[in-house]
């Protein structure tokens, strides 16, 4: 006898939920509702600043970005973003940063690490790879002059580094 109360009580509580959710609009169920997650899914953001080759008066408009690599999965923009976006300096033409954030799953150390490739390319330049091999989750600053294809004496530089 217990089991069929226990059975009716069941089948009463679902026939009222679905009943409440049937006659509830779809935008209407979640107002009101937030949601709070207390462990940061992305670390600390890898900033590279890219600057215009000697000469030029602004980057090239057809600037590209991507990350490859055996942990490329796990690089993001700062908004969580795959795909990487230069933002441009807006009082200086010739800069542009890119703000990197690398997916929290295991902990960054020696043992291990995040290795993954950054490429910069843009028509007329010459290609520009950047090796990233972090062993810890402090972040990382670095800037990259593009050189264009042209000019012989000059290589595409990491100026500076924190690594």
Known sequence: MKKILNTRVWILTVAVLMGTVSCTEEEHMLRGTTTNLEE???IEPINVQIIA???EDRLPT??????TGPHASEVYMMSGEKQLILKTNEEDPRLATLALDIRRVD???????????LTLTAEGY????????L????GETCGIRLTRED???????DITSGR
């Open 126 to 133: 010459e290609v520009v790879n950047r090796v990233f091999h």
């Open 107 to 117: 902990p960054i150390t020696a043992d291990n690490p995040v290795q993954f490739t």
């Open 62 to 67: 057809d600037l590209k970005a991507e990350v």
């Open 53 to 55: 080759a000697p000469e």
């Open 40 to 42: 940061e899914l992305l």
């Open 135 to 138: 062993t810890d989750a402090s």
């Open 151 to 157: 000019d012989s004496n000059v290589k595409a530089e």
